[in-house]
Every structure is written in structure tokens, then in C-alpha cells.
């Protein structure tokens, strides 16, 4: 079998956002299931794939997939956007105060905005860390993982930002930490969100990590 790290095209947007759903609904122990609507994959697959046709065509965005080319699907992909301005209005600007339209029919709104309030409050005491580039996502298909695959998306985007010896930002789950930490990334804040105030049942306290990677030397 072998995989193939190409760029992600515009082309790509349909598929890429059903590998989300994918990603999500296998897992219904993770906050993005409680965020968006899992009972009809249609909603939030047209959601993502409605934004992912805008970032697909930003210069300040790119995208890498990895695909089998055993079957000619997609398999892993990466998003990293890179910063021009001031990070705490350049990225906080698109979800933050967003109106309830913006969000997928279904969705948790209280939880997506207490969420996002708690993330924007943690992103203003590190956004002065000057750093270039964030990791707004990463997911690789639920068969195929433990192969390696995340780890090659992600050094990808890891060669060229250490190419120009930049510093990177991202916010990871419990399940993705030790990925990042193995990459170079270290844990600067963390914050908490208790599931069970938001109706979830079996509710569990999800923590997300805020981390920085510092530019590395020889990649």
C-alpha cells in the first residue's frame, strides 16, 4: 500500500469534510460530537464542506492530504493558516461573536460559544508569543490509523515552518497531546469544559492544551 502527500485542492472539499464526519462519528467521546449535529451527517458535512471551499482558496491557508493510492481516497489531512497581522484579530475574528447562523443547524450553541469564549480568553494571554502559524486541523480516517499517517501530514507542514524557522500554534485534545509533544510542541495553558452542564449524558470533563512549538534547526 502507498500513500501519497499531495497538496488539498478546492476539488477536494466535498470529500475532505465527509472525512471529518467520518473522524467524528467514530468517536462519540469527543467534544465535536456534543458540538455538531451526529443524527443527520448531512448538515454538518455541507457545514465544513461549505467552509472548506473558502480556506481551500486562501493564500493564508494550506492543506495537505494523504491519500491511498490503492483506492485513490483520502485517508489523512491537514489545515495550518498562517498568520499576516496580529493573531488576536486576525484568527479570533472568524468564530468569535459569530451569529448562530454561522453554525451548522443543530448545533450546541451554548456549548460552542462557551467553548470558543474559553479558547479566545487562553488565545489572548499566549498571542503575544509571536508565533506564525496555527494547526487548525488534523484527522486521519479511522482505518487507517496507528500507520504513521498523522505524523506525515504533519511533518510536512512542520518542514516548511521550520524552513523559515517559525514558531506554531495549535490546541489539542487528551487523545492528540503525546502526537504533538513527540513533534516538538510543548503545553503553554490549558482550559476545561464540564460536559455535563451542557446536557451531555455521561458528561465528562473535556480539557483542551494549548501549545507552542519554538522553530527547530535542520527540521
Same mark, same amino acid.
Given at each position: 500500500?502507498?500513500?501519497?502527500? +499531495?497538496? +488539498?485542492?478546492?476539488?477536494?472539499?466535498?470529500?475532505?469534510?465527509?472525512?471529518?464526519?467520518?473522524?467524528?462519528?467514530?468517536?462519540?467521546?469527543?467534544?465535536?460530537?456534543?458540538?455538531?449535529?451526529?443524527?443527520?451527517?448531512?448538515?454538518?458535512?455541507?457545514?465544513?464542506?461549505?467552509?472548506?471551499?473558502?480556506?481551500?482558496?486562501?493564500?493564508?491557508?494550506?492543506?495537505?492530504?494523504?491519500?491511498?493510492?490503492?483506492?485513490?481516497?483520502?485517508?489523512?489531512?491537514?489545515?495550518?493558516?498562517?498568520?499576516?497581522?496580529?493573531?488576536?484579530?486576525?484568527?479570533?475574528? *472568524?468564530?468569535?461573536?459569530?451569529?448562530?447562523?454561522?453554525?451548522?443547524?443543530?448545533?450546541?450553541?451554548?456549548?460552542?460559544?462557551?467553548?470558543?469564549?474559553?479558547?479566545?480568553?487562553?488565545?489572548?494571554?499566549?498571542?503575544?508569543? *509571536?508565533?506564525?502559524?496555527?494547526?487548525?486541523?488534523?484527522?486521519?480516517?479511522?482505518?487507517?490509523?496507528?500507520?504513521?499517517?498523522?505524523?506525515?501530514?504533519?511533518?510536512?507542514?512542520?518542514?516548511?515552518?521550520?524552513?523559515?524557522?517559525?514558531?506554531?500554534?495549535? *490546541?489539542?485534545?487528551?487523545?492528540?497531546?503525546?502526537?504533538?509533544?513527540?513533534?516538538?510542541?510543548?503545553?503553554? *495553558?490549558?482550559?476545561?469544559?464540564?460536559?455535563?452542564?451542557?446536557?451531555?449524558?455521561?458528561?465528562?470533563?473535556?480539557?483542551?492544551?494549548?501549545?507552542?512549538?519554538?522553530?527547530?534547526?535542520?527540521?
Amino acid at each position: 500500500m502507498v500513500f501519497i502527500v +499531495a497538496p +488539498a485542492t478546492p476539488e477536494d472539499a466535498h470529500e475532505l469534510a465527509a472525512l471529518w464526519q467520518t473522524v467524528w462519528a467514530s468517536d462519540g467521546q469527543n467534544l465535536a460530537c456534543q458540538m455538531y449535529p451526529m443524527n443527520d451527517p448531512s448538515v454538518t458535512v455541507f457545514w465544513r464542506e461549505t467552509r472548506l471551499n473558502k480556506s481551500l482558496r486562501d493564500p493564508n491557508h494550506w492543506q495537505t492530504k494523504v491519500v491511498d493510492s490503492s483506492t485513490n481516497t483520502i485517508v489523512a489531512y491537514s489545515v495550518w493558516q498562517l498568520l499576516q497581522s496580529n493573531p488576536k484579530t486576525s484568527w479570533l475574528a *472568524e468564530q468569535k461573536d459569530a451569529p448562530d447562523s454561522y453554525w451548522p443547524k443543530g448545533a450546541n450553541l451554548r456549548l460552542i460559544k462557551d467553548f470558543y469564549g474559553k479558547r479566545d480568553a487562553v488565545f489572548e494571554k499566549v498571542a503575544d508569543q *509571536e508565533f506564525g502559524f496555527i494547526l487548525r486541523g488534523l484527522c486521519t480516517h479511522p482505518d487507517y490509523q496507528r500507520r504513521g499517517l498523522a505524523s506525515m501530514v504533519l511533518r510536512d507542514g512542520l518542514d516548511k515552518i521550520d524552513a523559515v524557522k517559525g514558531r506554531s500554534y495549535l *490546541e489539542a485534545t487528551a487523545a492528540g497531546r503525546g502526537l504533538y509533544l513527540k513533534h516538538g510542541w510543548r503545553t503553554v *495553558e490549558q482550559f476545561d469544559i464540564d460536559l455535563k452542564d451542557y446536557g451531555v449524558e455521561n458528561g465528562w470533563v473535556e480539557t483542551t492544551a494549548c501549545m507552542i512549538r519554538d522553530p527547530k534547526s535542520g527540521g
